[in-house]
């Protein structure tokens, strides 16, 4: 089989550079086209260039269409309105769309449901190997335990990040919440201040921090009366996401249309 052509739209971003750096020296897959939005001071620019390799004779753009119609596939990392734009030309494309996007609205997300009608669609909230483990753990372990263990979800990134809670904590939420057989959305503490009394049972709760240059630190910590357990995981280079998203990229070359996560690609699904 041929080598699998992929885009990277938000090409001129840290993921962006960084996928394009893993596509480069990952084996049956190949770079196809790099994508900006209009404007931005990259249009023109070598995409191998920008992302520090050298010249790789593909040029980044402004206008996807041309780059989708003859591609395999499409990464994407780039803000919720830009993913809803792309999901939709993607369907139309009948190409693998893989989304590390977060921060989507009910209405966006579907969108993306209505995209993977025609397409498949790979979304998660992290594509790292060690974060949808941890996923796994966290629902063992809310599942086992009772609501007499409180469930708190410790996040910490990059001063830069926009979106809170990160989409790896809420995805590490959601598996708590189903271990627990519990709606996170009317279990979950986002926003602790002032005067708060005591600690609802059985909701899971949310703590953010930002600072510095961290790619990426999660904990799903288990607080039970005398015995606290944390699940914690750190990532140190964001090429872990480059590397999962390449590799769901490939498993959903022959899938058929619908939404998938990285647990699937992973064979993590229960």
Not at 64 to 93: I, M, N
Request: charged residues 25%; without cysteine; hydrophobic residues 45%.
């Amino acid at each position: 089989m041929d080598d699998m052509k992929l885009v990277v739209v938000g090409a001129s971003g840290r993921m962006g550079r960084t996928l394009i750096r893993v596509i480069d020296e990952t084996p049956g897959v190949t770079l196809h086209g790099a994508v900006e939005r209009a404007g931005a001071a990259e249009i023109g620019a070598d995409a191998g260039t920008l992302a520090g390799l050298g010249p790789l004779g593909i040029t980044v753009g402004d206008d996807p269409l041309p780059v989708f119609a003859k591609a395999d596939g499409v990464l994407d990392f780039t803000v919720p309105a830009a993913t809803v734009a792309f999901s939709e030309l993607a369907a139309q494309a009948r190409i693998v769309h893989v989304i590390g996007t977060t921060g989507l609205s009910a209405d966006d997300e579907a969108k993306v449901d209505a995209a993977a009608r025609h397409a498949p669609v790979i979304k998660s909230g992290n594509m790292s190997l060690g974060v949808n483990l941890l996923a796994v753990l966290a629902r063992q372990a809310a599942k086992a335990l009772d609501a007499d263990f409180d469930i708190e979800v410790l996040e910490m990134h990059h001063r830069h990040k926009i979106d809170a809670p990160s989409g790896t904590a809420l995805l590490l939420g959601e598996a708590a919440a189903d271990g627990r057989s519990i709606d996170l959305a009317t279990h979950a503490i986002r926003v602790r201040d002032g005067h708060t009394g005591a600690r609802p049972r059985g909701d899971i709760g949310f703590a953010t921090l930002r600072g510095g240059s961290v790619v990426g630190e999660h904990s799903v910590i288990l607080a039970g009366e005398g015995e606290t357990i944390e699940l914690t995981h750190k990532a140190a280079d964001r090429s872990i996401f480059a590397r999962g998203a390449v590799k769901a990229a490939l498993w959903g070359r022959e899938k058929k249309p619908g939404r998938y996560a990285m647990a699937d690609v992973l064979g993590l699904s229960e």
